[in-house]
């Protein structure tokens, strides 16, 4: 009916957005901080003597306060992984990459993290490992302190020293 | 950092949709960058704004897009004295229903007023469109609406 200037619209772009003020708590704070430091802070139950890592505040099978502080070591296990083939939106490392849960030597659960410098179809379960570290200007409370962990080329973990944290 | 301090963070969850705005949409999205209202033709002499592509009592095609306002009548309104972020404006204003001249349906959106004396069913209110180099195809072209009296005179 009428001339314009413009293209006619035909997108319209309609983020949706939630901006949250996130805090980790007590408990995770403390392990944050400690990655801070390139240390890996973790707590053990009072009553069972379990180390967890990142510890939530409080033993998940005793329900009592965790207040017992432990730093634990670099080093640890590849209880089990999962190399990752499939590109998605938001991918920030190269495929294939391989995602692993590893065991902290002295920890009694296991985490995430990304497992570099070995070819994806050398990986195996019981493999030691050890973190790699981000410059210590670049430190920040939180995982992106960890670069990555790495082979560290020590004889594989015998089964029976892993097989309750899968 | 103290051993005690609790640790905060922002935190953005975030899903960018972009949507296909079809062809009467687009005709009206199109119009604001021209700092146009456009409604369009329903069933029974009705003009939708904004507009549809059906009629939504008849379920009939829609027809002609047709200019309406730029003034109108507020129909309900509810005041807002401490907007949130992501309000449309950064001051207090009044949601508004707004039946623009010309049109049949009323159209939801902000009316400038500072106070809830400053506003009441059955004001007269026109459209404030941003700058033209401001607009970007969509409803947040139109700023706001103001009184027609300019808000004084009640």
Known sequence: MTETAHEPVTTLATPIRLDFDFTPGVAQSRFLKGLAKATFMGQRCSVCGKVYVPSRGSCPTDGVPTTDDVELPNTGVVTTYC?????????????????????????????????????TDQIRMGMRVEAVWVDEAELTPSLSSVRYFRPTGEPDAEYDTYKEYL | MADN???????????????????????????????????????????????????????????????????GVVETWAFVAHPRPKHPLDRPFAWALIKLDGATTSLLHVVEVDSADGITTGDRVTV???????????????????PESGGEGR
């Open chain 2, 128 to 146: 404030r469109f941003r700058l033209p180099g401001e607009r970007i195809g969509a409803m947040s072209d139109i700023e706001c609406f103001v």
């Open chain 2, 5 to 71: 301090e609790v640790l905060h963070a922002d935190h953005r969850l975030e899903y960018p949709y972009s949507r296909s705005t079809g062809p009467v949409i687009g005709a009206f999205l199109t119009g604001l960058l021209d700092g146009r209202l456009l409604g369009v033709e329903g069933s029974n002499g009705s003009v939708i704004v904004p507009p549809t592509e059906y009629d939504p009592i008849t379920s009939e095609d829609t027809g002609e897009m047709v200019e309406v306002g730029p003034g």
């Open chain 1, 83 to 119: 190399v990752v083939n499939v590109p998605f939106a938001g991918q920030s490392i190269e495929i294939p990459y391989i995602c692993a849960q590893i065991l902290l030597d002295g920890a009694n659960i296991s985490f995430m993290g990304l497992l570099q410098e070995i070819p």
